[in-house]
Every structure is written in C-alpha cells, then in structure tokens.
C-alpha cells in the first residue's frame, strides 16, 4: 500500500469548501453519505489504534459523525479552526478522549468529579500528528479505490488489485488472467492513473 501512496503522491491541493457547504443542510442526505463513506474508516482506524475496542470506535465514529453536524456552520464560519483535515482530527480525538473516560469511569465504578482526566493527560496514537497524517492519507487512497472499482472493467481493475495491491509478479498475473505483460501494464497505468484524479477530486471535494 505505500508503494502505491507513492505512486500516486500529489502536491497539497488546498480544502474546498462546496461540500461542507451542503453538509449545512441536516437534510442533504446524499452529502451525508458521501462524507461518511468518505472519512468513516479513517476515523475508526485512528480510534483501533488509540487501544479503543471495536465497539467503543464504532461510537466514536457515531460521535464524531455527529460533532461534525453540530458545529459545520461554526467551522465555515470561523477560519481560525484551521483546515478541515486538523478540525477533524481534533474533533476525533475528543471523542476517543471521551471513551477512554467512559471506560475509566466503569472500571472504577466512579463517577464523582474529582476522577475527570483531562484530555491533554490521555496518551493516545491518535494525539500524534504524524500517525493522523498517515491515516488521513491511507484513507482517501482507499476511499478513492473504491470509488474506481466500480468504474473500470473487472478484468481492468483485477490485474491492478493483483500485480499493485497484492505485489504478484507480472509474469504471475499474465499467466493467471490469461492475457500477455503488456495489457498488465497497460491496466496499471489506467488505474492508477484514474485513482490519482479520484484523489484530487477528493481532497479539493473536502
């Protein structure tokens, strides 16, 4: 997978905002699913990897999910939130934050105030810019192949998935598909290079 992230490495494209204008409307469902589709994973692999269970980052992304509606107009509004992408993060990681406390709070059986941690004295992964980056862009990398999959012939898109994803040899892959190097090649390259403007789109969409 970082083979291909390097692949397919673009120069910063700055967040656009016609998206996030729509998510302004509770009712744009199609906007709705696109942004979840789009950051749910992201937000989950962040939440796994700050020692949350399965279930505890399925409510984080519910959380999150529902952080995001609340304050899209605050964010439009005021640009000393910063980019999206580190709104976001933050957003994240207070409600990783929030179930560590949960989850301190039943194994103590305490509930009085004296026993609330502060977010900044929660060690998380998620508190490190440099694994939130990484996460950020492993998932437009995957939100952007699932898009393409869809897009391309089967056939296309299987010599891709085996010779790019899953580090087959060439010669392995021709021999398996039935077809010669060069259309293995040849599929690669249009793949990939339908994945890179998938990316784009995504990062100027956001």
């Given at each position: 997978?970082?083979?291909?992230?390097?692949?397919?490495?673009?120069?910063?494209?700055?967040?656009?905002?016609?998206?996030?204008?729509?998510?302004?409307?509770?009712?744009?469902?199609?906007?709705?699913?696109?942004?979840?589709?789009?950051?749910?994973?992201?937000?989950?692999?962040?939440?796994?990897?700050?020692?949350?269970?399965?279930?505890?980052?399925?409510?984080?992304?519910?959380?999150?999910?529902?952080?995001?509606?609340?304050?899209?107009?605050?964010?439009?509004?005021?640009?000393?939130?910063?980019?999206?992408?580190?709104?976001?993060?933050?957003?994240?990681?207070?409600?990783?934050?929030?179930?560590?406390?949960?989850?301190?709070?039943?194994?103590?059986?305490?509930?009085?105030?004296?026993?609330?941690?502060?977010?900044?004295?929660?060690p998380a992964p998620s508190d490190n810019e440099a694994i939130w980056e990484e996460e950020w862009q492993a998932n437009l990398l995957e939100a952007a192949i699932d898009r393409v999959k869809h897009r391309v012939k089967e056939e296309h898109y299987q010599m891709f998935d085996l010779y790019v994803l899953k580090h087959w040899p060439v010669t392995r892959v021709a021999k398996t598909l039935g077809v010669n190097i060069g259309q293995v090649y040849l599929a690669k390259h249009r793949v990939a290079s339908l994945i890179k403007k998938e990316i784009r789109a995504l990062e100027e969409r956001w």
């Open positions: 997978m970082s083979q291909l992230m390097t692949l397919l490495a673009e120069d910063p494209i700055p967040t656009r905002y016609s998206l996030l204008s729509r998510l302004q409307n509770w009712d744009d469902q199609e906007s709705w699913k696109d942004f979840f589709d789009t950051y749910w994973r992201l937000i989950y692999s962040v939440a796994i990897k700050s020692g949350l269970t399965e279930t505890e980052a399925q409510d984080v992304v519910q959380e999150t999910i529902i952080s995001v509606a609340k304050d899209v107009n605050k964010f439009k509004r005021d640009r000393s939130l910063g980019s999206f992408k580190g709104w976001l993060r933050n957003l994240t990681r207070w409600r990783i934050a929030d179930a560590l406390r949960k989850r301190t709070r039943r194994d103590d059986h305490a509930t009085s105030q004296e026993e609330f941690v502060p977010v900044e004295n929660i």
